[in-house]
Each structure stands twice: as C-alpha cells, then as structure tokens.
C-alpha cells in the first residue's frame, strides 16, 4: 500500500520531526510513505473573511497537484467522522482489499482545507472535536496509521 500525506507547512520543531522520523521507519515494514509538504500561504492576524478563504484556496491548489488521479483521498477535518483506531484499521484494510493501493491524508494549514479539497476527499477524518496545531496532527496521524497497521496483522500493541 502506498501511503501519502500531504501537509502544508514545514515541520519546525525538532521533537516533532524525530517522532515523524521514529514512525516513518516503523512504518516501513508495512507500506511505501511519502510525506509531501507545500508551502504554506503568510497569514497574519485580521485577515478578513475572504483573505482567509483565499489564502485557504491558495494551499488548497498546491495540495490538489500532488493528487493523483485514482487515490483514495481523506482530509482531516475537525468536523469528519469519528473512528475508533479498529475502525480505522479495518477501513485501512478494506480500502487495501477493494484495490485502493493509493491513499492519501491532507492535513490543512492553520486556517483549515479548502472548499475544493473537502470536495475531492472520499472521506473527512476527525480525530476529536478539538483543534490540534497541523504539525502536531502529522505526528498523531501517523502513531494511528502504524497502530492500524498493528492491528490489522493482529501484532501487539500496547493498549
Ligand atoms: C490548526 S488546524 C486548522 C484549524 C481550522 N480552524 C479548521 O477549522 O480547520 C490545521 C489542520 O489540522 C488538522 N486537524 C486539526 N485538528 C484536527 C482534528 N481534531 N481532527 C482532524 N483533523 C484535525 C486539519 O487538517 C486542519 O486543517
């Protein structure tokens, strides 16, 4: 399986950047990653609502040029559906089975996806109601992605 993720920005702290490592040989052993990053748009504060729509729109084009057609798309989105990590697993599989080598996961920047990206997604992934700061959603993606892979092959993994 070919797993891509797609974030804007560049991750700058240095203990995020080894956990991103830590996992990204983990998951070695269970899929082909690539992690993908575009650049991120200047946002300063008080942009009106429409300078945040296009800034949103502006990364939302970069990101779309890194999918391909055929791929299996979920964005993360607050407002998504919820999985338990089982569920996750067992949709990991089923998207394996049904021939979706393909997947990828758009993490957005700090004003969100666009409307074009939610658009092309197959499916809105939440991970809680709450906001987590972009950088660290690629570390907490990726911990679920091999906690996944984990279980699919029915290998322990603490609880
Ligand atoms: C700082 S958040 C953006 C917050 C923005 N106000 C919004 O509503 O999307 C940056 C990105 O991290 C991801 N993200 C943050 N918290 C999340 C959560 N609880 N579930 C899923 N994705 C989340 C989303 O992809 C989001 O676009």
Excluded: W
């Excluded at 070919?2 to 995020?16: F, R, W």
């Excluded at 779309?64 to 798309?73: A, F, H, S, T």
């Amino acid at each position: 399986m070919n797993i891509t993720i797609i974030g804007v920005g560049k991750i700058k702290e240095k203990y995020l950047v080894s956990a991103i490592n830590e996992y990204k040989k983990r998951l070695s052993r269970y899929c082909k990653l690539s992690i993908i990053e575009v650049v991120d748009e200047k946002a300063p504060e008080n942009l009106s609502q429409k300078q945040m729509e296009q800034i949103k729109d502006a990364e939302g084009e970069k990101i779309l040029k890194y999918v391909k057609e055929g791929m299996y798309v979920v964005a993360l989105d607050i407002q998504g559906k919820m999985l338990s990590s089982e569920d996750f697993s067992d949709k990991l599989q089923s998207l394996g089975v049904q021939g979706n080598s393909n997947i990828s996961f758009i993490i957005g920047g700090s004003l969100g996806l666009s409307e074009e990206v939610r658009i092309r997604s197959d499916f809105k992934l939440s991970f809680s109601p709450m906001t987590f700061p972009h950088q660290l959603m690629r570390v907490i993606l990726l911990e679920q992605v091999y906690r996944g892979f984990r279980i699919m092959k029915g290998e322990p993994y603490h609880k």
